[in-house]
């Protein structure tokens, strides 16, 4: 029996990133952990509803809520939000933290000022990954052909030169790209078979968990429609929703074909007006609880965002991938080379191409067998109860 300890986990205001390691903070608290969550104020009620105690603090990045434009198109104005963030981030946690040290550190990847404190505090650092991890020749084969650009430039190494600089003056001496890519320890919250060159990765600092997901019964109920044959899910996630065109073809494409439903998931910055006129046997949303439609539905049109991919695959779902950005490429081929779905482009994401996919994949016995099995392997990697445990075995041994 482990003695009670506090923990305190750090991530920020995104849903793919809060989401993933949800449950896990609520089997600790119900485990008799005292857990400290610092999160923007946007997820404090989402955080509370695990049990944890809400450490507020008010971030520079985009919200979930923001035009997904705000983040940019280039490496440097994706990458230099978080650097910024994390400097303005710093004081406040130190501040909220004061005469409160935890005898642990969890934290999402994008959580700079987490591994920070815990040098600061000498404390176990673990990180929760809720996509993919660096594996052996990562930076060879990917990270050094990424930034080779990027460093040409005057921008580019004032980047890494302000971040060399904000981890000197908080006593630490790795270099940025180990810094954020090489914790010393990590739980992915993925199923192993949607990790790249899975082989190479050290599992002695990485442990695949798999989804940890829960009943998500507070996110609502879908009832599927008397009388519809088949249901497809369109969703591309919460950030990168702002594309009217690639719905319209959504509808072209199932829109009228006899016995399917469509879910049309469009967030938030897209007026349904936009569809122009919409079938019947298309329900256009601009939020949907998607795990309770992927448990009914037949097929799932999907961005291939890691917490979408894995919920694809726990619900045995054949999906189209449609990727927007960052890891939903490689998602969409890990995917598609599992023999479970759909790789589309989105600029050949036509009408035409969707529904030559759909019929491809659904009613196929292969795709249903091989989905089938895959449910059935990413089950024993442990989920939430398993993450919970090897937490517990970093704290430190106390007298």
């Excluded at 809400?54 to 997904?68: A, I, Q």
């Excluded at 006129?277 to 037949?298: K, M």
Aim: hydrophobic share 40%; with cysteine; net charge negative.
């Amino acid at each position: 029996m482990t003695s009670p300890a506090h923990i305190a986990m750090f991530s920020i205001a995104a849903h793919g990133h809060v989401n993933p390691s949800l449950e896990v903070i609520r089997e600790l608290v119900a485990r008799g952990h005292r857990v400290t969550y610092a999160i923007p104020p946007v997820f404090a009620d989402k955080v509370a509803g695990t049990g944890a105690e809400v450490k507020p603090w008010n971030s520079v990045l985009p919200g979930p809520d923001d035009d997904p434009g705000d983040w940019g198109t280039t490496l440097l104005d994706n990458v230099e939000p978080f650097l910024d963030d994390a400097v303005q981030a710093l004081p406040q946690l130190t501040k909220a933290y004061e005469g409160d040290t935890p005898d642990l550190v969890l934290h999402d990847i994008t959580s700079y000022p987490a591994r920070v404190l815990g040098h600061r505090w000498g404390v176990p650092v673990v990180s929760l990954s809720p996509n993919l991890v660096a594996w052996e020749g990562y930076e060879k084969e990917v990270g050094e052909p990424m930034w080779e650009e990027p460093l040409r430039t005057e921008r580019g190494r004032a980047y890494y030169a302000r971040f060399h600089a904000w981890l000197e003056e908080n006593g630490i001496s790795t270099h940025p790209d180990p810094f954020v890519g090489r914790p010393a320890r990590s739980l992915v919250l993925i199923p192993k078979v949607l990790q790249p060159n899975a082989d190479r990765v050290d599992e002695s600092t990485h442990t695949f968990v798999g989804a940890c997901q829960g009943d998500r019964d507070a996110e609502g109920e879908w009832q599927r429609p008397a009388g519809a044959q088949k249901v497809v899910l369109v969703s591309l996630g919460s950030s990168f929703t702002k594309q009217p065109g690639f719905y319209r073809e959504c509808v072209r494409a199932f829109g009228d074909l006899p016995g399917w439903h469509l879910v049309l998931q469009i967030g938030k910055h897209v007026d349904p007006a936009e569809l122009g006129d919409v079938p019947a046997g298309v329900e256009v949303r601009s939020w949907v609880p998607q795990l309770a439609v992927l448990r009914q539905a037949d097929l799932f049109v999907t961005h291939a965002g890691a917490g979408g991919s894995q919920e694809g695959l726990a619900t045995a779902t054949p999906m189209i991938a449609v990727p927007q950005a960052v890891d939903q490429f490689g998602n969409a081929d890990m995917l598609q080379g599992l023999g479970v779905a759909r790789h589309l482009p989105m600029e050949e994401a036509t009408a035409e191409a969707l529904g030559a996919a759909a019929l491809d994949l659904v009613g196929d016995p292969e795709v249903a067998r091989r989905l089938n099995e895959i449910r059935a392997g990413t089950a024993e990697e442990g989920g939430t109860r398993r993450a919970a445990d090897l937490i517990e075995a970093e704290l430190p041994q106390r007298g």
